[in-house]
């Protein structure tokens, strides 16, 4: 997996035009990325946390 540079086309809401002469049709695209740690250390107790999606928009840090 590696970036590439594209442009966003048109768009319904549900299917969007990505143009770029790097990818074919038949590529797959990645559109999130999800780095799951769980609460509370390792092991697998806890709850999932650190989901997070590239278009989101960066926000500060708010300590509690």
Known sequence: MRPI???VGLSDGTVTEVVTD???ES???VIASA???RAGGG???GAPVGVESPFAPKL???PK
Do not use: Q, S
């Open 5 to 7: 540079r594209l442009r």
């Open 22 to 24: 790097k990818l074919t």
């Open 27 to 29: 590529n797959e695209v």
């Open 35 to 37: 780095r799951i740690e």
């Open 43 to 45: 092991g697998a107790g």
């Open 60 to 62: 500060p840090f708010r």
